[in-house]
């Protein structure tokens, strides 16, 4: 089997057969008339400009200027690439910077010249000169004032056990930080005295002469911030509160601007300026969308691996795009960086904080490879305050005692200079620490937090035992990462069937040459786990390796169960290194269809992925459940809900719907009910001061209208600064007693719409309410035929982000959550897939269908053929879940296929697809030939539409001369920050 969505195979030899699908396809494919971009006559081909940058121009005029980066195919002196540039002939080009450790050299150009620079012989490759910019700070400002008189915080100085080492003297003196962000507040009473020097690399000023002072600026307050936590020294607390390093010097380096933004080639010339300067630490709390193509040009990264060469160390933020898998900003993918995410104290990982893998197609290291590498506190911390911030997003802490100079923030942009900050301390007690022993030494002696290795990396960084380490060891370490396996974005829970999960990378960091060593598995985790080689030498370096979970097709009921062990680093009797391994082979325990096609896309689209409630759907699996998606609203061909498309769910989740639902849909969704389905609804928001509902509103109580359950046009939830509002028991509402209930005395809603429920409908009834009356439910559910119905009012109370304020705030979402996966696993029988596989005409077809149930009683099989005859055959039974019957294929069209399965209480699973088998030109000519007609039909329509098109074109005007655009004019979306 190919996949949970996934219904049948099928297997045809002849290639006739496949011509007559394809064109059967493109008759009833809808046919789009594309217009033609800015750029009619200049075609974008040449070889060496990459597709990042031929995506950008595809929308620009050929007269406007666009900035970008270009690779040398040889390795030339700075001058030498300026001077080849100059003397290529090309008009519009003006040099920005040309670099000294890479060959590499950004320019700005005009549009209509590009080709011409892509046919020089000594150009690699061009690319674009990519945004980076700081994300906004994750939390409502409202939050940031909690404790205003400081009680209740803890710094994280003891939370990252820094003060154990400055116990002993050791503060990061002698060891200077280069922080490039976006300045620094020169004046700041913690920084004056840390500052060595200051350059701005956006307004070209710079103050590099540390004997009267520096004077440095931050036009935004990020870069202030950032630089305080690495070395703020506590003069304005009266050390009450200090950096981690607050001895080291401070290198502040201006790469972003007053709006957090700047391009790739600029922090890349910032890092270039660090290296130059001898700096021991490098802190980048920035970053933007990774496009791979870019990986091996993309300036920044390429010389955070010159710094590294050079004995730099390295700290980049992960990003603030989590909870989703696979969301690791960029320069933070650098492999040999330490990247570092956000933890909340030292309790957990925060929802916001960027999650692994990073998956390379093209560049090395191929595959999914781990990352962040270490958590640090990134949640409502305090960090220095800047002069003239804006206070909404810097607000002052506990002004009574410190007056304005401190606030609190969040971001991986705040936990990342602190790993800088360790860094520093150990370079300070341990001498000549390469990088690599400082990054080992900080993911080694990190406090495992008990949540996925792609979410906290080797956990919450621990400065004192990571020293300890360094001592005990003698600097001579080898680990594997990740730190367990198996990791997102999978889960632990393995299915007995169907469960496709590609192999995954493990990257070996050692300190040291240790030779060959052999990979072995340990326990019974090795029945179903596999590494792609037995052997590797491991090097002073990275070195890789490929590791495989994956169940035969055939696997038997018995194997379910708990699987352990260890993977490990053999050599001699010796074990080099070990990471843990535990995974679960569960049964399939049912399918929960979320639908994605009622989304809206494009400009302003609002798409809610499911690894945004990443907490639910882990829930499910360890119930064997599986999420599937309905749909695709970013695909143009529309996905239409009927009974067939939806018959494989046992359970269907409605939520966040921006577009319309047919009354065909709404029918089918009551039809998928009352047949034994389960239907999930969130409901919207309802504006009561501007009397205006969100999103499809009016299909919402459409389809709940059989259910006895209503949204009412009354607004719950929206807080200020868009924060949520807690309901409850202890705040003047009312709980029945419920076992999806239990647990659950409070929630916190973010923004919903109440609900109205008619107990005489459906028998409907309201869970949770607002009111101690019980007129305004928050949580209802409802019974209609065979099925269940449940209903929460607010959208977004599965997603990881709103819990971790939920869980702040002492409301009971999460347990809610817990509950709603246990109720709705399906008590019927679960039917994981049907395939259909056809050979060759005269010969056997089969239908398999996958049944899963405790107490499976009886199953039947029905094939209807084309023309409307039974094929049904003989059911056979194999592995107490599989179950198939065979007829002869004598020809292609539509065949329906149905399966029902009865357990011993009764309950009931009904299933059916219909399927189109290709048509055989030999033996069905006649339809083929009416094929070829309609598709004649089609196109003599089409040649007439572009005719008609073409003659109606009205002329185009002529435009008038413009202004020649700044350099700066075109700029790519800024991309999402740390």
């Known amino acids: 089997m190919e996949g949970h969505s996934k219904m049948r195979t099928i297997r045809k030899s002849l290639y006739h057969r496949f011509a ?25 081909h040449t070889a060496n400009i990459k597709p990042d940058l031929a995506q950008a121009l595809s929308t620009m005029e050929s007269s406007s200027y666009i900035s970008v980066i270009v690779e040398f195919s040889d390795t030339l002196l700075a001058d030498q690439m300026a001077e080849r540039i100059q003397l290529s002939g090309l008009k519009s080009v003006h040099i920005k910077y040309a670099f000294h450790l890479i060959p590499m050299i950004s320019l700005s150009i005009r549009v209509d010249e590009i080709n011409e620079l892509a046919k020089l012989a000594f150009i ?18 409202e939050n940031y004032v909690l404790a205003e008189n400081g009680n209740g915080y803890v710094h994280f100085d003891s939370i990252l056990c820094a003060d154990q080492l400055w116990a002993e003297g050791v503060n990061g003196t002698g060891v200077t930080i280069a922080v490039l962000d976006s300045g620094v507040w020169g004046e700041h009473p913690d920084l004056q005295d840390r500052l060595i020097g200051f350059k701005d690399l956006i307004k070209g000023q710079d103050d590099m002469n540390p004997v009267n ?34 001895g080291a010097d401070l290198l502040a380096i201006k790469v972003l601007d007053y709006a957090g933004a700047g ?48 004995g730099i160390s390295v700290a980049v933020a992960a990003g603030n795009s989590g909870p989703a898998a696979l969301t690791i900003n960029s320069p933070g993918v650098a492999e040999k960086a330490v990247t570092v995410g956000a933890s909340y104290g030292d309790s957990g990982v925060v929802a916001f904080s960027s999650v692994g893998p990073v998956l390379r197609t093209v560049t090395d290291p191929l595959g999914y490879t781990a990352k962040p590498d270490v958590v640090a506190p990134g949640y409502q911390i305090v960090s220095g305050r800047g002069n003239n911030v804006n206070p909404d997003e810097y607000p002052t802490y506990n002004s009574s005692q410190f007056g304005s100079s401190y606030t609190r923030w969040s971001g991986t942009s705040a936990s990342t200079p602190l790993v800088a900050g360790m860094i520093a301390l150990l370079m300070q007690k341990h001498l000549a620490l390469a990088p690599i022993e400082a990054k080992v030494a900080l993911m080694s002696s990190a406090t495992d937090l008990n949540v996925d290795p792609m979410i906290q990396g080797w956990g919450l960084a621990n400065v004192s035992r990571a020293s300890q380490f360094l001592n005990s060891t003698s600097r001579d370490i080898t680990l594997m990462t990740p730190r367990s396996i198996p990791t997102l974005p999978w889960s632990k829970q393995v299915l007995i069937v169907g469960d496709d999960r590609p192999p995954q990378n493990v990257t070996i960091i050692s300190t040291q040459s240790v030779g060959l060593v052999d990979i072995t598995i340990s326990g019974n985790a090795s029945q179903f786990l596999d590494t792609n080689i037995d052997q590797i030498w491991v090097s002073t370096g990275y070195s890789y390796f490929g590791i495989e979970l994956k169940l035969p097709e055939n696997t038997p009921l018995s194997s379910a169960g708990v699987y352990t062990g260890q993977l490990n680093l053999n050599q001699s009797s010796s074990i080099i290194a070990s ?152 705040y003047g509402g009312f709980v029945e007693n419920d076992p999806l209930m239990n647990g659950v005395n409070n929630l916190y809603v973010l923004q919903g719409s109440t609900l109205h429920v008619n107990p005489e409908v459906s028998n409907a009834t309201g869970l949770f309410w607002e009111d101690a009356g019980r007129t305004h439910a928050i949580v209802a559910t409802a019974e209609y035929g065979r099925g269940r119905v449940f209903v929460i009012s607010d959208g977004s109370t599965l997603y990881d982000d709103v819990l971790y304020d939920a869980i702040n705030a002492g409301a009971d979402n999460l347990r809610l959550l817990r509950n709603l996966a246990t109720a709705i696993i399906p008590e019927a029988p679960r039917i994981f897939d049907v395939e259909l596989n056809v050979g060759e005409f005269g010969q056997d077809a089969n239908v398999t269908a996958y ?32 179950f198939s019957t065979t007829f002869i294929f004598n020809g292609g069209g539509f065949f329906s296929v149905q399966v029902r399965a009865t357990d011993s209480l009764g309950n009931v699973r009904f299933f059916q697809k219909t399927i189109l088998i290709p048509v055989d ?24 539409v572009l ?5 109606s074109r009205p002329k185009r005007p002529q435009r008038p001369i413009e202004p020649q655009r700044d350099e700066d004019e075109w700029e790519l979306p800024p991309p999402t920050i740390e």
């Open 921 to 944: 030109a030999a033996d069905d000519l006649v339809i083929l030939t009416v094929i070829y007609v309609l598709l004649g039909v089609v196109g003599v329509g089409l040649g007439y």
């Open 20 to 44: 007559a699908l394809l064109l059967l396809s493109l008759l009833f494919t809808p046919i789009a008339i594309f217009g033609t971009g800015m750029n009619d006559t200049v075609e974008y």
């Open 263 to 310: 391009e790739d080639d600029v922090i890349a010339q910032g890092i270039e300026f660090a290296i130059e300067q001898n700096v021991d630490v490098i802190s980048l709390s920035l970053g933007g969308e990774w496009l791979e193509s870019t990986f091996l040009v993309e300036a920044s990264v390429g010389e955070i691996e010159n710094a590294i060469s050079a």
């Open 579 to 730: 990471i843990d391994i535990r995974y679960s082979i569960t049964l399939f325990g049912g399918r929960l269809m979320v639908d994605m096609e009622h989304h809206s896309s494009g400009v302003g689209g609002d798409i809610d992925d499911p690894s945004y409630y990443g907490y639910f759907t882990e829930y499910l699996r360890e119930r064997g459940m599986v999420v599937s998606e309905f749909g695709d609203a970013e695909d143009l061909r529309r996905s239409y809900i009927d009974f067939n498309t939806i018959s494989s769910a046992d359970v269907f989740m409605i939520m966040d719907t921006e577009t319309s639902y047919y009354q065909s849909e709404v029918s089918a969704l009551h039809t998928f009910v009352e047949n034994g389905g389960t239907l999930l609804v969130f409901s919207e928001f309802y504006n009561q001061v501007t009397g205006e509902a969100s999103f499809a509103f009016d299909d919402y109580n459409a389809i709940l209208e059989p259910f006895g359950i209503q949204c009412e046009e009354r607004t719950i939830g929206a807080g200020l600064n868009n924060s949520g509002i807690i309901y409850g028991a202890d």
């Open 124 to 141: 690699e490759e061009i690319h674009l000169n990519q945004k980076r910019q700081l994300i906004e700070n994750s939390e409502p400002p």
């Open 213 to 246: 002072g520096i004077d440095a600026y931050d036009d935004n307050g990020h870069g202030t911030a950032c630089a305080w936590n690495a070395v703020g020294d506590g003069t304005a607390s009266g050390g009450i509160l200090k950096g981690i390093a607050p």
């Open 851 to 882: 049944i899963f149930d405790e107490d499976l009683e009886d199953v039947t099989i029905s094939v209807i053929g084309p023309r409307g005859e039974n094929l049904t055959g003989t059911i056979l039974e194999e592995l107490g879940y599989k």
């Open 947 to 951: 005719l008609t098109r073409i003659r």
